[in-house]
């Protein structure tokens, strides 16, 4: 059984960093591609980046281009999502959620628990 297991959320003053981890264990052969999603109550859940193992190549929501980096360690097993200039549009719960690569997209089949991020002064 696949399982992603999301860390590193916290409370942050706008314009500061966080770096999210999502870490992948069990059988990942088939899992090729990465996403991070994030949700606010109430409303519908927002891509926010997505990252193909493989290929090391990354997509981003146009919300968050340019302020947030995803990527993977060397091993593909642990995703990262770092997170800079945060405002407080930023705050929501964010999930992890490996899958396979169904040309163009990531079909999504395995997602974790989620971490909480807050952007407050």
């Known amino acids: 059984q696949v399982q992603p297991v999301e860390s590193g959320g916290g409370s942050v003053q706008p314009g500061g960093s966080l770096r999210l981890s999502c870490a992948v264990s069990?059988?990942?052969?088939?899992?090729?591609?990465t996403g991070w999603f994030r949700q606010v109550p109430g409303k519908e859940r927002e891509g926010v980046a997505r990252i193909d193992r493989t290929s090391g190549s990354a997509y981003y929501a146009d919300s968050i281009k340019g302020r947030f980096t995803i990527s993977q360690d060397s091993s593909e097993n642990t995703v990262y999502l770092q997170m800079n200039n945060l405002k407080p549009e930023d705050t929501a719960m964010y999930y992890c959620a490996v899958g396979v690569v169904v040309v163009p997209r990531c079909q999504y089949e395995h997602w974790g628990q989620g971490t909480q991020v807050t952007v407050s002064s």
């Open positions: 069990g059988d990942t052969y088939r899992s090729k591609c």
